[in-house]
């Protein structure tokens, strides 16, 4: 709760009366010298606060605010709807476009904070200075699109976006089921954290990591006049490392994939059936995108059909060689959700402007993942103050008040820890929401590999579809699962294996040495 101190500070922000009218019922509510309620007001439901911070403007070019906002409207109305969540509580809302800026987004939290406003959702991007700042006050922090990870580390924060090092424990669990014991890591300079968890995770499963190598991202090559930018490069860098490696992880771009899959052709690699290739996409498997992974957007065309190039051998082989680790696909009503996110971006409190272009039938603005972890954020933090709520009432025997309720729906160590114990939550996405020790969600992933399949609304034969997912189980990595129904195509319809039979330098072939040198003596 909020000292004195905290007070004398909000009241020197100099933000106005309101501001320090409703600082001061804050800490006369937690003094219990407000007025008690009267018969009539008991029926009546709390009112709390929370505070959303979107980018709706600024320079990062991802930015969600525009198009996933209604999805935070969505959720307060169906909890303030709702008479089994919170029913005795009705959650309002503070929100201010943060510009994509750390200091706009600091002041707009500080304000809020000393508007009362109990909990945070938000905001996108960086956002560990943030988080430290409401840690400071133990206000939970809830993130539905943050990549920080030292924020992992602070008992009030939770992140409903799953962080890039997550995936990792999938591509251990891929790893040992198909017994690829020895394997090399590739990544662009932005993956050296995820690369390092990869590593460390291997270690501890008794996996080896033949090679570690950092290559720099195609396009900074490129536009700082690198080396890297060569035509050789990739040719180069698998001619060093392909005697001592059979399985390849990459992680970075689609564009420096396809880059590196394109230098292993070329030195024949995929011709026997004897490589593979591990990639990791941190975005939502879309079928409509899959052929992104094999080949470049200025070769793939505009329109939604197979590309000008040899579907049969070699490039089939090449593309059997590849498996991806991807974000797995929302089940179940999803387009409903988004539909329903639209009109909710331009009703109160938003009322976002939608551009003439989009107003035809035929145009809908591309709804992200990062809605449903917005929706699911709201929700599973109702969630955990419903059941603390419970705890402190209805198990001590206790009637609920202002004080009370204020005490724990802004007691961020308290809300966060609630939250990791009440998962698996079912996602509106629908899908199973897991968070781990740290309260970062621990994600759903599928294994893409590419089959003969025709995907809708594309004029192809072939593409990357899902042939398995991964099931969290409360363990340290979760459980690979095949679908039967959709089988991988091996090249050569074999399983490579992590090194040659004798091994990579001949070392389990006994030698033939046991010629014997016969004298015949007369």
Same mark, same amino acid.
């Given at each position: 709760m909020y000292g004195m101190l905290d007070i004398e500070w909000c009241q020197s922000r100099g933000e106005g009366d309101g501001m320090w009218y409703g600082a001061r019922v804050i800490l006369l509510a937690a003094l219990g010298l407000l007025a008690r309620p009267s018969a009539a =007001?008991?029926?009546?439901?709390?009112?709390?606060?929370?505070?959303?911070?979107? #980018?709706?403007?600024?320079?990062?070019?991802?930015?969600?605010?525009?198009?996933?906002?209604?999805?935070?409207?969505?959720?307060?109305?169906?909890?303030?709807?709702?008479?089994?969540?919170? *029913?005795?509580?009705?959650?309002?809302?503070?929100?201010?476009?943060?510009?994509?800026?750390?200091?706009?987004?600091?002041?707009?939290?500080?304000?809020?904070?000393?508007?009362?406003?109990?909990?945070?959702?938000?905001?996108?991007?960086?956002?560990?200075?943030e988080a430290i700042v409401a840690m400071s006050r133990n206000l939970p922090m809830i993130s539905y699109k943050c990549s920080d990870y030292q924020t992992s580390m602070l008992s009030n924060f939770a992140r409903l976006?799953? *962080?890039?090092?997550?995936?990792?424990?999938?591509?251990?669990?891929?790893?040992?089921?198909?017994?690829?014991?020895?394997?090399?890591?590739?990544?662009?300079?932005?993956?050296?954290?995820? !690369?390092?968890?990869?590593?460390?995770?291997?270690?501890?499963?008794?996996?080896?990591?033949?090679?570690?190598?950092?290559?720099?991202?195609?396009?900074?090559?490129? =536009?700082?006049?690198?080396?890297?930018?060569?035509?050789?490069?990739?040719?180069?860098f698998i001619q060093e490392t392909k005697n001592r490696t059979r399985i390849y992880v990459f992680l970075g771009s689609t564009a420096g994939l396809i880059d590196m899959m394109t230098?292993?052709?070329?030195?024949?690699?995929? !011709?026997?059936?004897?490589?593979?290739?591990?990639?990791?996409?941190?975005?939502?498997?879309?079928?409509?995108?899959?052929?992104?992974?094999?080949?470049?957007? =200025?070769d793939r065309g505009t329109t939604l059909v197979c590309p000008k190039t040899n579907w049969e051998m070699p490039f089939k082989k090449r593309a059997q060689s590849l498996l991806v680790v991807v974000s797995s696909e929302p089940e179940g009503s999803y387009e409903v959700f988004t539909g329903r996110v639209r009109d909710y971006n331009s009703m109160k409190p938003f009322e976002f402007p939608v551009p003439p272009a989009l107003l035809e039938k035929s145009f809908n603005k591309f709804v992200s993942i990062y809605a449903a972890y917005l929706y699911d954020s709201v929700k599973l933090y109702a969630t955990a103050l419903h059941k603390l709520i419970e705890e402190e009432t209805t198990y001590k025997n206790e009637t609920l008040d202002y004080k009370k309720l204020m005490s724990i729906a802004s007691n961020g160590t308290l809300i966060v820890s609630k939250m990791i114990h009440i998962t698996p939550f079912k996602s509106v996405?629908?899908?199973?929401?897991?968070?781990?020790?740290?309260?970062?969600?621990?994600?759903? +992933?599928?294994?893409?590999?590419?089959?003969?399949?025709?995907?809708?609304?594309?004029?192809?034969?072939?593409?990357?579809?899902?042939?398995?997912? +991964?099931?969290? #189980?409360?363990?340290?990595?979760?459980?690979?699962?095949?679908?039967?129904?959709v089988p991988i195509d091996w090249p050569d319809g074999v399983k490579p294996e992590a090194e040659p039979s004798c091994g990579f330098l001949n070392e389990k072939c006994p030698k033939d040495d046991s010629q014997i040198t016969s004298l015949v003596l007369d």
């Amino acid at each position: 709760m909020y000292g004195m101190l905290d007070i004398e500070w909000c009241q020197s922000r100099g933000e106005g009366d309101g501001m320090w009218y409703g600082a001061r019922v804050i800490l006369l509510a937690a003094l219990g010298l407000l007025a008690r309620p009267s018969a009539a =007001e008991l029926d009546k439901k709390f009112n709390i606060t929370i505070g959303y911070l979107p #980018s709706i403007t600024g320079e990062r070019r991802d930015r969600q605010g525009l198009a996933i906002s209604g999805a935070l409207s969505m959720a307060l109305e169906d909890v303030n709807n709702s008479t089994k969540l919170l *029913p005795d509580v009705k959650l309002l809302l503070k929100w201010n476009d943060t510009r994509c800026d750390t200091v706009t987004a600091i002041r707009m939290l500080t304000d809020m904070t000393c508007s009362g406003v109990v909990a945070f959702f938000g905001p996108e991007g960086r956002c560990h200075t943030e988080a430290i700042v409401a840690m400071s006050r133990n206000l939970p922090m809830i993130s539905y699109k943050c990549s920080d990870y030292q924020t992992s580390m602070l008992s009030n924060f939770a992140r409903l976006e799953p *962080p890039d090092t997550q995936a990792t424990k999938s591509v251990i669990a891929l790893l040992r089921y198909y017994r690829w014991n020895k394997f090399s890591i590739v990544y662009e300079e932005s993956w050296v954290t995820v !690369a390092l968890t990869l590593e460390n995770h291997a270690k501890k499963n008794n996996l080896t990591v033949n090679h570690q190598r950092p290559v720099i991202d195609g396009f900074k090559c490129c =536009e700082e006049k690198m080396t890297c930018c060569a035509p050789g490069f990739w040719y180069q860098f698998i001619q060093e490392t392909k005697n001592r490696t059979r399985i390849y992880v990459f992680l970075g771009s689609t564009a420096g994939l396809i880059d590196m899959m394109t230098a292993m052709e070329s030195l024949q690699l995929f !011709a026997k059936g004897e490589y593979m290739v591990i990639f990791v996409d941190m975005m939502t498997y879309a079928p409509k995108e899959s052929l992104k992974y094999l080949i470049k957007t =200025e070769d793939r065309g505009t329109t939604l059909v197979c590309p000008k190039t040899n579907w049969e051998m070699p490039f089939k082989k090449r593309a059997q060689s590849l498996l991806v680790v991807v974000s797995s696909e929302p089940e179940g009503s999803y387009e409903v959700f988004t539909g329903r996110v639209r009109d909710y971006n331009s009703m109160k409190p938003f009322e976002f402007p939608v551009p003439p272009a989009l107003l035809e039938k035929s145009f809908n603005k591309f709804v992200s993942i990062y809605a449903a972890y917005l929706y699911d954020s709201v929700k599973l933090y109702a969630t955990a103050l419903h059941k603390l709520i419970e705890e402190e009432t209805t198990y001590k025997n206790e009637t609920l008040d202002y004080k009370k309720l204020m005490s724990i729906a802004s007691n961020g160590t308290l809300i966060v820890s609630k939250m990791i114990h009440i998962t698996p939550f079912k996602s509106v996405a629908g899908m199973s929401i897991r968070l781990d020790e740290r309260a970062d969600s621990e994600g759903n +992933f599928s294994v893409l590999a590419f089959k003969n399949y025709t995907i809708e609304d594309i004029k192809c034969n072939a593409s990357m579809v899902a042939v398995g997912h +991964f099931q969290q #189980s409360g363990k340290e990595f979760p459980e690979y699962k095949l679908n039967p129904h959709v089988p991988i195509d091996w090249p050569d319809g074999v399983k490579p294996e992590a090194e040659p039979s004798c091994g990579f330098l001949n070392e389990k072939c006994p030698k033939d040495d046991s010629q014997i040198t016969s004298l015949v003596l007369d």
